[in-house]
Structure formats: structure tokens, C-alpha cells
């Protein structure tokens, strides 16, 4: 029998006239993963607020491990670990410092502090700077050390707040590794994410949440299924005829076309009622017709960003400045 690990019911924070989560509801079954997906604003950063303890919502319930969180958040600290959007982690200790110094904060006793500090240095590459204040340390290093900070203790559930911004592809993808490993063992994740790949590779289920509304959810395949069939994509030769071509794939594929300036990059969804191959051959010939030059062209399945795009009316990556004035403040 599953058990449910994370229960947000009914969850409801306002700041102001504005609503940061209006009714939020989810459940998290025990050694899985959820991505938390949305635009900036959305309330995400402020569920992972609610559900580790360090906001108190207006209305609604939260359980972690069946463990009221309002009622008892001293026992919920205890077996969840938390990394959020920015490094927790002081700079004037160094990496093991820091790592060690978390252990004791979780009564893990010096020497089981210290060992469990060597482990996570050599699993995170950081090894080599264990001993060097983290002021020295880069960006992407600061990451992962405060990635490693959240495992200290080993906990049950792991909530984590966009937890590979600002690491390198192979820092990601090792990352990735870590937490596949975390979750085989029975750890619950949390995940929220503007990287879409990444809820793509690592989430069991997908939540998308919209000014603090569940939108949707459903597994990867399930979500890409409300878009429809497959997606036309191709590149046009010279700027100045970018939005000629826009409209006519917008013709010929009968829906919204999705238009990238920067990149000359055209893409919709592909006429249902035709198999894709023909939608997309016909949309070379008039394009041929017209002149206009295509340098890349071909046709693939929905991604989560299609998802986004047709839920929300924008795509995942939209400007931080669009988030709203509370989202700023809880991750502030």
C-alpha cells in the first residue's frame, strides 16, 4: 500500500489583494518525485514555504509524513531537508566547515558530523576546496554545496526550490544522477523547476500551478497529451521574412504559431486531421513559393514547454521580472 508522504489541502496565503495560493491542493505518494511546475509568481516558493515550515498559510492543512505542520514543526524539520533558490551557506567557514556545522545542528554528534561532512564533499566534487572559505568558491560550487547541505541528515522528504540554477550542464546532469539515486532509496522529492528537462527526466508526476491554482497535473506523458500531436519547428533563413513565414505555417498548420525573433525559430502544433509529414511538406512548398529560405526544419512530440505555453499563455521561461511582488519577498 502507498503512502502518502507531502499533503497540501485547501492551502491558501494572502498578501494583500493578492493571492500567493488560492486553494492549493496536492499529495505526494512516499519515494517519488513531484515536480512543481509554473510561471514566476505563480506560488510555488511560497507551497515549498508553507510545507518545510518557515510560512504559516491564512487557511488550509499540510502534513509531511503525516505530521501536522502547523501543529508540530519541530518533528517535520526533523526528517525533511530543504535547498532553496538561493546557497544557504556561510561564507566565511569552509565547505567542510559548513557541512559539519549542519550535522551538529542536527544532533548528529561530532564524529558522525564530521565523517557524514567527507562524504557528501567527495560526492558533490568538492574535495579539493573542502578546506577553503566558501567566499573563494564559485557560483555553481555554492550550489552544491548547499545541495549537499540539504542530505546531511538524510531525510525522508527533500524539498527543493530550483535546485540546479546556475550549474553547468555536467554539474545538472550529475545532479540529476544523485537525486535518481536518493529517490531509488526511498526518499520523497519536491521539486520545482524552470528547467523542463529537468521535470521531464526526474518527475513521477507533474503539478503546473497558475496564480496559486493547481492548472493541471498528471504524468510528463499525460500533460503533453493536452497539447495534442506533434509539433512542426523550422528556422528561416533571412529575419525580414520571419513573420511571412509565421504566416503562412499559420495557414497551413491551422493553429498558433510561435514566434522567436532572436532565433528565427518557427513552431506549432501540426494539423490533426493530417498525419505531420504532410502538414510539414506542404508548408516547404508554399514557403518555397513565397522565397523564403528554411535553414532547419523538422517535426518532434510536444515538450512541457508546449504544456506551458497552452496552459498559462506564455512559456516556462518568462522574465523574473514578471514575478509578483510576494513571490519576490519569500525568496528574497
Not at 491558501?12 to 489583494?17: F, I, N, S
Not at 491564512?58 to 526533523?78: H, N, Q, T, Y
Not at 561530532?110 to 566558501?134: G, I, K, Y
Not at 532509496?185 to 521531464?200: I, N, S
Request: hydrophobic share 40%; proline share 4%.
Amino acid at each position: 500500500m502507498t503512502t502518502t508522504a507531502v499533503v497540501a489541502d485547501s492551502l491558501v496565503k494572502t498578501y494583500g489583494e493578492v493571492k500567493a495560493l488560492d486553494g492549493l491542493h496536492l499529495e505526494i505518494p512516499e519515494g517519488t518525485v513531484l515536480g512543481l511546475l509554473g510561471p514566476n509568481g505563480a506560488g510555488k516558493t511560497t507551497c515549498v514555504r508553507v510545507l518545510t515550515t518557515l510560512l504559516r498559510p491564512d487557511s488550509g492543512r499540510a502534513e509531511v509524513m503525516g505530521i501536522d505542520v502547523l501543529r508540530d514543526p519541530r518533528r517535520v524539520r526533523a526528517c525533511i531537508g530543504v535547498s532553496g533558490q538561493y546557497a544557504a551557506v556561510d561564507e566565511y567557514l569552509t565547505g567542510f566547515e559548513n557541512l559539519d556545522m549542519v550535522g551538529r545542528l542536527y544532533h548528529l554528534g561530532r564524529r558522525p558530523s564530521a565523517d557524514r561532512a567527507r562524504e557528501l564533499l567527495a560526492q558533490f566534487r568538492l574535495e579539493d576546496a573542502a578546506n577553503r572559505p566558501v567566499k573563494t568558491y564559485s557560483g555553481g560550487m555554492r550550489r552544491r554545496l548547499d545541495l549537499a547541505g540539504a542530505l546531511v541528515a538524510r531525510p525522508q522528504v527533500l524539498f527543493l526550490d530550483e535546485p540546479t540554477t546556475g550549474l553547468d550542464p555536467r554539474s545538472r546532469t550529475e545532479m540529476w544522477g544523485t537525486l535518481a539515486d536518493l529517490v531509488a532509496g526511498g526518499t520523497t522529492v519536491l521539486l520545482t523547476t524552470q528547467y523542463l528537462e529537468e521535470a521531464d527526466r526526474l518527475a513521477d508526476s507533474i503539478v503546473v500551478v497558475d496564480r496559486g491554482r493547481v492548472i493541471a497535473q498528471g504524468t510528463a506523458d499525460e500533460l503533453k497529451s493536452q497539447v495534442g500531436g506533434e509539433v512542426i519547428e523550422m528556422v528561416i533563413a533571412d529575419p525580414a521574412r520571419v513573420r511571412d513565414a509565421a504566416d503562412i505555417l499559420d495557414q497551413v498548420c491551422r493553429a498558433h504559431v510561435s514566434v522567436d525573433d532572436h532565433t528565427r525559430k518557427l513552431s506549432a502544433p501540426a494539423d490533426g486531421s493530417r498525419p505531420a509529414a504532410m502538414v510539414l511538406v506542404e508548408a516547404l512548398r508554399r514557403l518555397d513559393e513565397n522565397s523564403i529560405t528554411v535553414m532547419d526544419v523538422g517535426v518532434r512530440r510536444p515538450t512541457l514547454d508546449d504544456v506551458f505555453l497552452k496552459l498559462t499563455g506564455h512559456a516556462a521561461a518568462q522574465d523574473a521580472d514578471t514575478a509578483s511582488p510576494l513571490e519576490k519577498e519569500t525568496v528574497a
